[in-house]
């Protein structure tokens, strides 16, 4: 039996660039609903999503709702918010949606260098 793999997607990207981004939660969300481990990272623009309601002002018309792509997420896979984002917005654990945790680059590295790994970044 084939090793099953991990993705790990960083998601730099908000309403900056929603193309991108609604991109990013999608793979993610179908991925997640596929039964692959899904790692999720925000970062850049994308930390605002980790904030309750924040997914509901993303709009992209004929893109699925932000907030249903990162239900799926959290049901399926793991959500983290970078911790040097984070600070540079003022966001703390106690402000996050339950479930995404926050953590920094040791964390992503060690990741990514799984085996069986795949990283995209969006």
């Known amino acids: 039996m084939a090793a099953r793999r991990k993705l790990v997607i960083k998601v730099t990207a908000g309403a900056d660039a929603p ?10 969300a179908v991925a997640a609903a596929s039964g692959v481990e899904v790692s999720l990272w925000l ?21 699925a709702p932000l907030p249903d792509l ?15 984002c984070a600070t540079r917005r003022g966001i703390e654990e106690k402000d996050v949606l339950e479930g995404v945790r926050i953590a920094g680059a040791q964390v992503f590295v ?10 995209l970044v969006y």
């Not at 981004?21 to 999608?26: I, L, M, V, Y």
């Not at 060690?110 to 990283?119: C, G, L, W, Y």
């Open 43 to 63: 970062t850049g623009e994308s930390a605002w999503f980790a904030l309750p309601g924040r997914a509901a002002e993303f709009d992209l018309p004929h893109a």
């Open 110 to 119: 060690s990741e990514v260098m799984e085996p069986d790994a795949q990283a």
């Open 70 to 84: 990162l239900d799926g997420i959290l049901a399926g896979g793991r959500v983290t918010l970078c911790t040097q």
């Open 19 to 28: 193309e991108r981004c609604s991109q990013a939660f999608t793979v993610a």
